[in-house]
C-alpha cells in the first residue's frame, strides 16, 4: 500500500480538526488546510501535521492551495469546509446566506476538487511499493440535511443537496479510474462552532440545539468513523455513510432527556 497523504478541509475545528488529528494517529501524512491560520498553527504543534492557510470560496487562495498541494503530493483530499447560517422561514431567509452557504458548501467543493483531482490521478500512477494498484480518494461530509427537508432548513437543505449531487455526479465520471469517492452525512453533531455560525454567534440559541439531548454526536465520534473508512484497502468504496446519535431517530425527531428501553 502506498503511502496515505491527506489534504483535510476546514481543519481548524469540528470534524476537520478531528480528522486531522485521527489522520496522524494513525501515521498518516496530513496537509490541514482552513482559513484561521493561528489555528492551524497551534495543531501543527501538537500533531506535526503540514498545514496551509486558504479561504476556499476565494479564487486566488484555492490557486494558491493547488501550488501547496502539488509539493506534497496528496494521495486523498477530505473536503470537511462548509457550514449553516440562519433558521428562519424561507420568506425570511436572506439571500445573503444563500449566497454564503452555497459558496462555501458547493462553489468552495467545486473549486477545491478542481485544484486536487489532477494531483490524485497522479498519484495512482506508480504501482503501491508492494507492487498491487494504487488509489486515491476523495471523501466530502455533506449532512443528512442534503436528503431530508427540515423547517428552518431551506438554504441548508438546497446547498448540502446540491453538494451531495456534485459527488455523485463525480463518481459517475471517474467510472474506470482507480479513485473512490465518498460521502459522509452526519446528523446531529456537537461541535464548538457549526450551530454558534448558523444563529449568528448567539451562544443560548447554539447550545439550547443540543439542550437535553443524551449523548450528540462529537467531532470525534464522527472523525473515528471517516478515518476508519479511510483505512479500508483502497479497492474498497463505501459510497455514502449516514451518521446519527441514538436519540436522533429522524433529522426533526429528536428525542429529549433520557433513552429508555420499554418494558
Known amino acids: ?52 492557510a486558504a479561504d ?5 487562495s484555492v490557486a494558491a492551495l493547488a501550488e501547496a498541494a502539488a509539493a506534497f503530493r496528496p494521495t486523498g483530499l477530505v473536503q470537511v469546509a462548509g457550514g449553516a447560517k440562519g433558521a428562519a422561514e424561507l420568506a425570511e431567509t436572506t ?10 458548501n458547493v462553489i468552495g467543493t467545486k473549486r477545491v ?14 504501482p503501491s511499493a508492494d507492487g498491487s494498484a494504487s488509489y486515491a480518494e476523495v471523501m466530502v461530509v455533506t449532512s443528512i440535511a442534503a436528503t431530508v427537508s427540515y423547517k428552518g432548513g431551506s438554504g441548508y437543505n438546497a446547498a448540502k443537496s446540491a453538494e451531495k449531487q456534485l459527488v455523485d455526479v463525480l463518481r459517475l465520471e471517474l ?6 469517492v465518498m460521502e459522509v452525512a452526519p446528523g446531529m453533531v456537537h461541535t464548538e462552532e457549526f450551530s454558534l455560525v448558523r444563529f449568528g454567534g448567539d451562544r443560548e440559541k447554539a447550545d439550547a440545539v443540543y439542550d437535553d439531548v443524551q449523548d450528540p454526536l462529537s467531532a470525534d465520534d464522527v472523525a473515528r468513523v471517516m478515518t476508519d473508512i479511510l483505512a479500508l484497502p483502497g479497492h474498497v468504496s463505501v459510497d455514502e455513510t449516514i ?8 433529522p426533526w425527531v429528536v428525542t429529549k432527556g433520557e433513552l429508555r428501553a420499554k418494558r
Not at 56 to 60: G, Q, V
Not at 95 to 104: G, H, Y
Not at 175 to 180: K, S
Open 175 to 180: 467510472a474506470g479510474e482507480p479513485i473512490r
Open 56 to 60: 476556499l470560496t476565494d479564487e486566488a
Open 243 to 250: 451518521i446519527k446519535p441514538v436519540a436522533q431517530t429522524h
Open 113 to 126: 476538487i478542481d485544484a486536487v483531482l489532477p494531483l490524485l490521478r497522479a498519484s495512482t500512477a506508480a
Open 1 to 52: 500500500m502506498s503511502e496515505k497523504r491527506l489534504i483535510v478541509t476546514g481543519a481548524s475545528s469540528g470534524i476537520g480538526e478531528a480528522v486531522a488529528r485521527q489522520a496522524v494517529a494513525r501515521g498518516w501524512r496530513v496537509l490541514a488546510v482552513a482559513r484561521r491560520a493561528e489555528r492551524l498553527e497551534a495543531l501543527a504543534a501538537e500533531t506535526g501535521c503540514e498545514v496551509f
Open 95 to 104: 439571500i445573503d446566506d444563500w449566497r454564503w452557504m452555497f459558496e462555501a
